[in-house]
Protein backbone atom coordinates (compact mmCIF):
# COMPACT_ATOMS: atom_id res chain seq x y z
CA UNK A 1 0.00 0.00 0.00
CA UNK A 2 2.51 2.49 0.86
CA UNK A 3 5.10 2.04 -2.09
CA UNK A 4 1.92 2.34 -4.22
CA UNK A 5 1.19 5.90 -3.08
CA UNK A 6 4.01 7.62 -2.43
CA UNK A 7 4.93 8.86 -5.72
CA UNK A 8 2.11 10.50 -6.16
CA UNK A 9 1.85 12.20 -2.65
CA UNK A 10 0.35 15.85 -3.01
CA UNK A 11 2.80 16.77 -0.30
CA UNK A 12 3.58 20.78 -0.10
CA UNK A 13 7.55 20.36 -1.01
CA UNK A 14 6.55 18.24 -4.12
CA UNK A 15 4.19 20.64 -5.84
CA UNK A 16 6.69 23.52 -4.53
CA UNK A 17 9.13 21.69 -6.49
CA UNK A 18 7.30 21.38 -9.69
CA UNK A 19 4.96 24.74 -9.37
CA UNK A 20 5.75 27.50 -12.44
CA UNK A 21 3.16 29.79 -11.17
CA UNK A 22 4.21 33.69 -10.02
CA UNK A 23 1.33 34.26 -7.08
CA UNK A 24 -0.72 31.29 -7.37
CA UNK A 25 0.18 28.38 -4.71
CA UNK A 26 2.79 30.41 -2.96
CA UNK A 27 1.42 29.61 0.45
CA UNK A 28 -0.17 25.75 0.35
CA UNK A 29 -2.02 23.87 2.99
CA UNK A 30 -1.60 20.35 1.81
CA UNK A 31 -3.71 17.62 4.37
CA UNK A 32 -3.73 14.00 4.03
CA UNK A 33 -7.34 14.59 5.17
CA UNK A 34 -9.55 17.43 5.70
CA UNK A 35 -13.24 18.39 6.13
CA UNK A 36 -13.86 20.32 2.92
CA UNK A 37 -10.49 22.59 1.48
CA UNK A 38 -13.31 25.17 0.81
CA UNK A 39 -14.37 25.00 4.65
CA UNK A 40 -10.81 25.33 5.14
CA UNK A 41 -9.85 28.05 2.26
CA UNK A 42 -12.72 30.17 3.61
CA UNK A 43 -12.32 30.60 7.63
CA UNK A 44 -8.30 31.28 6.68
CA UNK A 45 -9.08 33.93 3.64
CA UNK A 46 -11.26 35.44 6.87
CA UNK A 47 -8.61 35.52 8.71
CA UNK A 48 -6.69 37.45 5.80
CA UNK A 49 -5.02 34.66 4.38
CA UNK A 50 -3.02 36.01 0.85
CA UNK A 51 -4.50 36.11 -2.53
CA UNK A 52 -3.42 32.26 -4.54
CA UNK A 53 -3.36 30.18 -1.15
CA UNK A 54 -3.92 26.80 -2.17
CA UNK A 55 -5.43 24.58 0.46
CA UNK A 56 -5.60 20.36 -1.03
CA UNK A 57 -6.35 17.29 0.40
CA UNK A 58 -5.58 13.71 -0.29
CA UNK A 59 -9.28 13.34 1.01
CA UNK A 60 -11.72 15.17 1.92
CA UNK A 61 -14.59 14.07 4.29
CA UNK A 62 -17.21 16.34 3.74
CA UNK A 63 -16.43 17.22 0.30
CA UNK A 64 -18.84 19.75 -0.94
CA UNK A 65 -20.94 20.26 -3.96
CA UNK A 66 -23.51 22.50 -5.81
CA UNK A 67 -26.43 23.30 -4.29
CA UNK A 68 -25.55 21.33 -1.02
CA UNK A 69 -24.85 18.30 -2.42
CA UNK A 70 -21.96 16.39 -1.17
CA UNK A 71 -18.80 15.76 -2.70
CA UNK A 72 -17.25 12.65 -3.10
CA UNK A 73 -13.61 13.01 -2.49
CA UNK A 74 -11.74 9.10 -1.64
CA UNK A 75 -8.12 9.12 -0.52
CA UNK A 76 -5.24 9.76 -3.34
CA UNK A 77 -8.07 9.26 -6.12
CA UNK A 78 -8.23 12.98 -7.36
CA UNK A 79 -7.84 16.72 -6.86
CA UNK A 80 -9.74 18.21 -4.45
CA UNK A 81 -8.39 21.23 -3.64
CA UNK A 82 -9.30 25.20 -3.14
CA UNK A 83 -8.10 28.32 -3.82
CA UNK A 84 -8.25 31.90 -1.93
CA UNK A 85 -8.54 34.86 -4.60
CA UNK A 86 -9.28 38.77 -4.27
CA UNK A 87 -9.77 39.92 -7.65
CA UNK A 88 -10.61 43.61 -7.80
CA UNK A 89 -14.03 43.06 -9.37
CA UNK A 90 -17.48 44.55 -8.46
CA UNK A 91 -19.78 42.19 -6.35
CA UNK A 92 -22.01 41.78 -9.55
CA UNK A 93 -18.93 39.88 -11.61
CA UNK A 94 -18.23 37.11 -8.98
CA UNK A 95 -20.21 34.71 -11.46
CA UNK A 96 -17.38 34.95 -14.00
CA UNK A 97 -14.75 33.64 -11.99
CA UNK A 98 -16.51 29.61 -12.40
CA UNK A 99 -16.08 30.33 -16.21
CA UNK A 100 -12.40 31.06 -15.78
CA UNK A 101 -11.30 28.04 -13.85
CA UNK A 102 -13.78 25.35 -16.29
CA UNK A 103 -11.75 26.72 -19.11
CA UNK A 104 -8.56 26.84 -17.80
CA UNK A 105 -8.62 22.89 -16.36
CA UNK A 106 -10.35 22.22 -19.95
CA UNK A 107 -6.88 23.49 -21.38
CA UNK A 108 -4.43 21.90 -19.42
CA UNK A 109 -5.92 18.80 -19.85
CA UNK A 110 -6.27 19.16 -23.46
CA UNK A 111 -2.14 20.14 -23.30
CA UNK A 112 -1.53 17.35 -20.65
CA UNK A 113 -3.16 14.32 -21.68
CA UNK A 114 -4.03 15.28 -25.30
CA UNK A 115 -8.10 14.87 -24.19
CA UNK A 116 -10.64 17.03 -25.21
CA UNK A 117 -12.78 17.67 -22.25
CA UNK A 118 -16.13 19.46 -22.51
CA UNK A 119 -18.20 22.22 -20.48
CA UNK A 120 -21.30 21.70 -18.99
CA UNK A 121 -23.34 24.92 -17.81
CA UNK A 122 -22.91 25.98 -14.83
CA UNK A 123 -19.61 24.36 -14.61
CA UNK A 124 -18.71 20.88 -15.13
CA UNK A 125 -15.95 18.53 -17.12
CA UNK A 126 -17.55 16.33 -19.34
CA UNK A 127 -15.21 13.81 -21.24
CA UNK A 128 -17.47 11.13 -23.16
CA UNK A 129 -20.53 12.97 -21.99
CA UNK A 130 -19.45 12.09 -17.98
CA UNK A 131 -18.45 14.09 -15.21
CA UNK A 132 -14.90 14.45 -13.91
CA UNK A 133 -14.77 17.70 -12.71
CA UNK A 134 -16.95 20.30 -10.56
CA UNK A 135 -16.48 23.58 -9.65
CA UNK A 136 -17.59 25.06 -6.52
CA UNK A 137 -16.62 29.08 -6.15
CA UNK A 138 -17.96 30.95 -2.56
CA UNK A 139 -18.00 34.37 -2.42
CA UNK A 140 -17.85 36.56 0.27
CA UNK A 141 -18.55 40.40 -0.12
CA UNK A 142 -17.60 43.60 1.46
CA UNK A 143 -18.91 47.15 0.90
CA UNK A 144 -20.65 46.25 -2.19
CA UNK A 145 -16.77 44.13 -3.90
CA UNK A 146 -15.56 41.23 -3.85
CA UNK A 147 -13.41 40.56 -0.31
CA UNK A 148 -12.49 37.19 -1.64
CA UNK A 149 -13.71 33.92 -3.36
CA UNK A 150 -13.16 30.93 -2.66
CA UNK A 151 -12.69 28.60 -6.17
CA UNK A 152 -13.20 24.66 -5.55
CA UNK A 153 -12.48 22.07 -7.97
CA UNK A 154 -12.97 19.00 -7.48
CA UNK A 155 -11.21 16.11 -10.18
CA UNK A 156 -11.42 12.39 -10.57
CA UNK A 157 -8.10 11.62 -11.67
CA UNK A 158 -6.97 8.13 -10.55
CA UNK A 159 -10.40 5.95 -9.80
CA UNK A 160 -10.73 2.89 -11.87
CA UNK A 161 -14.68 2.51 -12.94
CA UNK A 162 -15.45 0.41 -9.73
CA UNK A 163 -14.45 3.30 -7.33
CA UNK A 164 -17.38 5.04 -8.49
CA UNK A 165 -20.74 4.10 -6.39
CA UNK A 166 -22.70 1.75 -9.20
CA UNK A 167 -25.16 4.03 -9.67
CA UNK A 168 -23.15 6.53 -10.52
CA UNK A 169 -20.95 4.77 -12.98
CA UNK A 170 -23.23 5.91 -16.07
CA UNK A 171 -22.58 9.77 -15.14
CA UNK A 172 -19.27 9.67 -14.04
CA UNK A 173 -15.61 9.49 -15.15
CA UNK A 174 -11.70 9.84 -14.81
CA UNK A 175 -9.10 10.38 -16.46
CA UNK A 176 -7.02 7.38 -15.94
CA UNK A 177 -10.41 5.68 -17.31
CA UNK A 178 -10.11 8.15 -20.11
CA UNK A 179 -6.66 7.44 -21.61
CA UNK A 180 -6.15 4.19 -19.35
CA UNK A 181 -2.71 4.90 -17.33
CA UNK A 182 -2.47 6.67 -13.41
CA UNK A 183 -1.84 9.66 -14.23
CA UNK A 184 0.85 12.06 -11.13
CA UNK A 185 -1.82 14.23 -9.84
CA UNK A 186 1.12 16.57 -8.56
CA UNK A 187 2.13 17.17 -12.51
CA UNK A 188 -1.24 17.96 -13.45
CA UNK A 189 -2.27 20.13 -11.07
CA UNK A 190 0.72 22.72 -11.32
CA UNK A 191 -0.45 22.60 -15.12
CA UNK A 192 -3.64 23.55 -13.93
CA UNK A 193 -2.71 26.19 -11.55
CA UNK A 194 -0.44 27.79 -14.47
CA UNK A 195 -3.61 27.92 -16.43
CA UNK A 196 -5.88 29.62 -14.06
CA UNK A 197 -2.85 31.88 -13.27
CA UNK A 198 -2.37 33.02 -17.24
CA UNK A 199 -6.54 33.10 -17.25
CA UNK A 200 -6.92 34.98 -14.16
CA UNK A 201 -4.95 38.07 -15.95
CA UNK A 202 -7.53 38.26 -18.14
CA UNK A 203 -10.23 38.57 -15.59
CA UNK A 204 -10.88 42.52 -17.00
CA UNK A 205 -11.18 41.30 -20.26
CA UNK A 206 -14.13 38.51 -19.68
CA UNK A 207 -15.43 38.52 -23.75
CA UNK A 208 -11.80 36.40 -23.97
CA UNK A 209 -12.88 33.53 -21.01
CA UNK A 210 -16.73 33.50 -22.40
CA UNK A 211 -15.61 33.01 -25.91
CA UNK A 212 -13.18 30.37 -25.09
CA UNK A 213 -15.61 28.44 -22.72
CA UNK A 214 -18.59 28.50 -25.36
CA UNK A 215 -16.49 27.23 -28.27
CA UNK A 216 -16.38 24.29 -25.23
CA UNK A 217 -19.62 24.06 -24.40
CA UNK A 218 -21.84 21.97 -27.50
CA UNK A 219 -24.94 23.15 -25.91
CA UNK A 220 -24.18 26.93 -26.25
CA UNK A 221 -26.74 27.70 -28.89
CA UNK A 222 -28.73 24.54 -28.98
CA UNK A 223 -32.49 24.12 -27.98
CA UNK A 224 -31.80 22.45 -23.62
CA UNK A 225 -34.21 21.47 -21.24
CA UNK A 226 -33.27 23.50 -17.67
CA UNK A 227 -34.63 22.76 -13.77
CA UNK A 228 -34.77 25.81 -11.58
CA UNK A 229 -35.91 25.30 -8.22
CA UNK A 230 -38.21 22.41 -9.14
CA UNK A 231 -39.29 24.25 -12.40
CA UNK A 232 -38.36 22.52 -16.06
CA UNK A 233 -37.92 25.42 -18.39
CA UNK A 234 -36.63 24.59 -22.45
CA UNK A 235 -35.63 27.18 -24.50
CA UNK A 236 -32.13 27.89 -26.85
CA UNK A 237 -29.32 28.55 -24.67
CA UNK A 238 -28.54 32.13 -25.91
CA UNK A 239 -25.99 34.21 -24.18
CA UNK A 240 -24.22 34.23 -20.95
CA UNK A 241 -24.71 37.82 -19.69
CA UNK A 242 -22.05 39.93 -18.38
CA UNK A 243 -23.20 38.58 -14.74
CA UNK A 244 -22.58 34.77 -15.63
CA UNK A 245 -26.36 34.06 -15.45
CA UNK A 246 -27.51 32.16 -18.63
CA UNK A 247 -30.10 33.62 -20.86
CA UNK A 248 -32.74 31.18 -22.30
CA UNK A 249 -34.69 32.12 -25.18
CA UNK A 250 -38.26 30.20 -23.73
CA UNK A 251 -40.60 28.84 -26.83
CA UNK A 252 -42.59 32.69 -26.33
CA UNK A 253 -39.63 34.42 -27.39
CA UNK A 254 -39.49 35.67 -23.61
CA UNK A 255 -35.94 35.94 -22.50
CA UNK A 256 -35.70 33.59 -19.08
CA UNK A 257 -32.62 34.69 -16.84
CA UNK A 258 -30.91 31.66 -15.42
CA UNK A 259 -29.06 32.15 -11.99
CA UNK A 260 -29.04 28.65 -10.13
CA UNK A 261 -30.17 25.76 -12.75
CA UNK A 262 -29.12 22.02 -14.03
CA UNK A 263 -29.05 21.62 -18.01
CA UNK A 264 -30.80 17.97 -18.47
CA UNK A 265 -29.54 15.68 -21.05
C1 LIG B 1 -20.05 20.35 -8.06
O1 LIG B 1 -19.94 19.95 -9.22
O2 LIG B 1 -21.10 20.17 -7.41
C2 LIG B 1 -18.91 21.09 -7.44
C3 LIG B 1 -17.93 20.15 -6.76
C4 LIG B 1 -16.74 20.85 -6.15
C5 LIG B 1 -15.85 19.91 -5.37
C6 LIG B 1 -14.59 20.58 -4.88
S1 LIG B 1 -13.43 19.41 -4.25
C7 LIG B 1 -12.45 20.71 -3.60
C8 LIG B 1 -13.40 21.76 -3.06
N1 LIG B 1 -13.75 21.49 -1.67
C9 LIG B 1 -15.04 21.15 -1.54
O3 LIG B 1 -15.58 20.84 -0.48
N2 LIG B 1 -15.64 21.21 -2.74
C10 LIG B 1 -14.75 21.63 -3.80
Redesign the pocket.
Known amino acids: MKNKITFDLLSEDRIKSMLHTKFLAQKIYAFWSVG ?4 FAYRRALLGEKEGTLVIAEE ?1 T ?6 S ?1 S ?1 D ?1 PFTKGL ?3 LILRPDLPASKAGLVPYLAGVSVAEAIENYLNLKPSLKWP ?2 LLLTDK ?1 FC ?3 SEVEFMNGKIHFIIL ?3 INVNHKVHDFPEQYRNQATSLRIEVDKRIDRADLLVQILSYIENNYLLINNFEEILSKWKKRCPKFGEEISVIQEGEKYDGLFEEIDNEGFMLLRLKSGIIKKIVAGDILF
Open positions: STNEQRGRGRKRWSWFSNDKGILGIG
